[in-house]
Structures are given as structure tokens and as C-alpha cells.
Nanobody
Framework: QVQLVESGGGLVQPGGSLRLSCAVS????????MYWYRQTPGKERELVAR????????RYADSVKGRFTISRDNAKNTVYLQMNSLKPEDTAVYYC??????????WGQGTQVTVSS
């Protein structure tokens, strides 16, 4: 049974930082790319970052380049999203997601990030 559990969200002031975690179980984590998405009310989920199975390659949305860093620890079955220089427009529910090559796509339950003074 595949499970993805996000944590680390919260309220932070503009310019602040947060580190999101996504703990994964139920499949061979180290064999698959992982993704972070975000969603605000009334909008579709937006791809934020992607990381390959080994962590050797990453990709980011233009809106977060230079501020966010995706990483993973395959020994801990966990993917992270370090978010620095946060802006109010980063406010969203953040989700981790599995790669489609797993056979189907699985999502975590999401964690709320609110950037406000």
C-alpha cells in the first residue's frame, strides 16, 4: 500500500523559510522520480519541482527557481522541499506525488503553507 505523508507546512513571514518533508512507503522509493506540486483555491495544481530517482537531476518551475531546492534521502524514503525567500504568492497547499512509471500516480494529503505578515 503506497503512502505519502507530507509535513513541515505552516505560517511564515515573507522572506522566511520552510522545509517540507514527504515520507514515502509501499514501493521502492529509490527507483522513481518524485515531484512537489502546489495548489491554491480555484486553480489547478502546479508543478513546483521534480527530482530523479538518484537525485542527480532536478527541475523547477520558473516561479521558484533560485529560491526552492528539492532533495531526497533514499535511505529514509523521504523527499524534501527547502523553500527560502518565501513570498505571499507561494501560499498554497503543497503536495508530493509519485512518478507515473510506478503504474499509477499517488498523492499525499497535502500540507498548507501560508506566507503572510
Amino acid at each position: 500500500q503506497v503512502q505519502l505523508v507530507e509535513s513541515g507546512g505552516g505560517l511564515v513571514q515573507p522572506g522566511g523559510s520552510l522545509r517540507l518533508s514527504c515520507a514515502v512507503s509501499g514501493f521502492t522509493f529509490s527507483s522513481y522520480a518524485m515531484y512537489w506540486y502546489r495548489q491554491t483555491p480555484g486553480k489547478e495544481r502546479e508543478l513546483v519541482a521534480r527530482i530523479t530517482s538518484t537525485g542527480s537531476s532536478t527541475r523547477y518551475a520558473d516561479s521558484v527557481k533560485g529560491r526552492f531546492t528539492i532533495s531526497r534521502d533514499n535511505a529514509k524514503n523521504t523527499v524534501y522541499l527547502q523553500m527560502n525567500s518565501l513570498k505571499p504568492e507561494d501560499t498554497a497547499v503543497y503536495y508530493c506525488r509519485t512518478d507515473p512509471t510506478l503504474g499509477r500516480i499517488y498523492w499525499g494529503q497535502g500540507t498548507q503553507v501560508t506566507v503572510s505578515s
